[in-house]
């Protein structure tokens, strides 16, 4: 059984491509506002971008869970949330808040991998 994060991160890509798809054609047919559309495309791409970036922290760090779990949370919250206003503000207006606390959890993500402990490059083949 693959680990957790690789699982995560291949689930969370391809979910990404799915919601990117749905944003370009079916969203636009519930939904005219541009700004909206941008946002949900914004959510798309930082999913996918962070999903790619799971995955080379899976291989190069395989032991740093905390980079691992704040990109994991970090994509939830912020696509997540972003995701949830976009398809109905009203309903989900209190989500509004875990937007940024999404954001700074990516960022943790990027400072945890940076600083934490990696396996070098000739032990990737």
Not at 16 to 39: M, Y
Not at 61 to 89: E, H, K
Not at 109 to 124: D, E, K, N, Q, Y
């Amino acid at each position: 059984m693959p680990p957790l994060f690789w699982t995560l991160g291949c689930l969370y890509g391809a979910s990404s491509v799915a919601f990117g798809a749905f944003g370009a054609h079916g969203l636009k047919q519930r939904i005219t506002d541009p700004n909206r559309i941008a946002n949900w495309s914004t959510a798309a791409h930082y999913q996918l971008v962070h999903s790619g970036v799971l995955l080379l922290a899976n291989i190069a760090a395989p032991q740093n869970t905390l980079a691992a779990s704040l990109f994991t949370a970090g994509m939830t919250m912020f696509s997540g949330s972003i995701y949830c206003l976009v398809v109905d503000p009203q309903r989900f207006k209190f989500m509004g808040p875990i937007t940024p606390l999404g954001g700074l959890c990516l960022i943790g993500g990027w400072v945890a991998l940076a600083f934490g402990r990696r396996v070098p490059i000739s032990r990737w083949s």
